[in-house]
């Protein structure tokens, strides 16, 4: 399996301020994807964003948004004008070819109002 | 659309029998079911891949013979623990993909407690 880490336990944020989650993994893979995932109380696990290695451009959803710096092996998230519904425990992942995920240990961020 | 339903979402059992959980794609056709188990507050960790109509891969570590593993049809895969013990009680997620890797869908999960 392929290492992911998230090396930031909690982060709190003020509502509409802006968080930076920091994820990093460990590969010999040229061609692989990677995910934010959310996963609120509920504990249902929702696609943040999703990234292709192939790809240079940054992705972006709406108030989310990435920075994939492939030779670092680093993918950090960025939620910009934070909300009290983005509380919740957020997950880095990496897919390999096989299509198996590898979570990160994640990061709770609690938005504060 | 792509919608994966866990069933039950709650069980508790006594030590020592076995509790089968079912993950079904309810609008597509899953060509591959993962099964995660999650302890509170950490993360989740891949058991087994499941394909339709053959054996289940189970990643290491994980013991097949208490975790078996059934995808029977392209719409349903089920999680039988066997003989349980406290120390399975924890959370089972289960995911659904169609072979593309951006299609993977996640099941609301199942909490399963062992008395």
């Known amino acids: 399996a392929q290492t992911v880490t998230q090396s930031q336990p909690e982060m709190s944020v003020q509502d509409a301020e802006t968080v930076t989650l920091s994820c990093t993994y460990d590969t010999s893979e040229n061609n692989y994807y990677l995910f934010w995932y959310k996963q609120p109380p509920s504990r249902q696990m929702i696609l943040v964003i999703r990234?292709?290695?192939?790809?240079?451009q940054n992705a972006t959803e709406n108030r989310f948004s990435v920075n994939f710096q492939k030779a670092a092996k680093s993918f950090s998230l960025k939620i910009s004008d934070s909300q009290l519904g983005d509380t919740a425990m957020y997950f880095c992942a990496f897919m390999s070819r096989d299509y198996k995920l590898s979570f990160g240990a994640g990061t709770t961020v609690t938005v504060r109002a | 659309g792509a919608v994966v339903s866990q069933h039950p979402s709650w069980v508790i059992c006594k030590s020592g029998t076995s509790v089968k959980i079912e993950c079904r794609s309810l609008d597509f056709q899953a060509t591959t079911m993962f099964w995660y188990r999650q302890f509170p507050k950490q993360s989740l960790m891949l058991m087994a891949t499941s394909n339709e109509g053959s054996k289940a891969t189970y990643e290491q570590g994980v013991e097949k013979d208490k975790f078996l593993i059934n995808h029977a049809s392209l719409t349903l895969s089920t999680l039988t623990v066997t003989s349980a013990h406290p120390e399975d009680s924890s959370f089972y997620i289960c995911?659904?993909?169609?072979?593309?890797?951006?299609?993977?869908?996640f099941g609301p999960g199942t909490r399963l407690t062992v008395t």
């Open positions: 990234q292709e290695a192939y790809k240079q």
């Open positions: 995911s659904a993909g169609t072979g593309s890797p951006y299609e993977q869908y």
